[in-house]
């Protein structure tokens, strides 16, 4: 059974850094795209930044210039280095990758279970 596990979150005060790591388990035949999601209180689910197994990148607006995701093909993992936080940055964080075990003749998401982050003084 494949699996996400995510590390790295915590509390910072506002222009701190915090770096998440996302790993991997399970039987992966291939993987297309990790990333990570995150979700205030009160609001939707927005997807922070991406990256897809060729090195494409995607990053939210309001993260441009401060956070950098980073991608390890070889040992199947994700991370999210995130530099200036703001208040604004806190939210649980997910890590979520487009896999494709080898149990299965297709792709499907799969969901780490979220670490907190906390911006404030």
């Known amino acids: 059974q494949v699996q996400l596990v995510e590390s790295g979150g915590g509390l910072v005060q506002p222009g701190g850094s915090l770096r998440l790591s996302c790993a991997t388990s399970?039987?992966?035949?291939?993987?297309?795209?990790m990333g990570w999601y995150r979700q205030a209180p009160g609001k939707e689910r927005e997807l922070v930044a991406s990256?897809?197994?060729?090195?494409?990148?995607y990053y939210t607006k309001s993260v441009k210039g401060r956070f950098t995701i980073s991608r390890d093909n070889a040992k199947n993992t994700v991370s999210l280095q995130m530099n200036s936080l703001e208040p604004e940055d806190t939210a649980v964080y997910s890590c979520?990758?487009?896999?494709?075990?080898?149990?299965?003749?297709?792709?499907?998401?799969?969901w780490g279970q979220g670490t907190q982050v906390t911006v404030s003084s």
């Open positions: 990256v897809t197994s060729g090195g494409s990148t």
């Open positions: 979520h990758a487009h896999i494709r075990p080898w149990s299965r003749d297709s792709y499907a998401d799969y």
């Open positions: 399970g039987s992966i035949r291939s993987i297309f795209s």
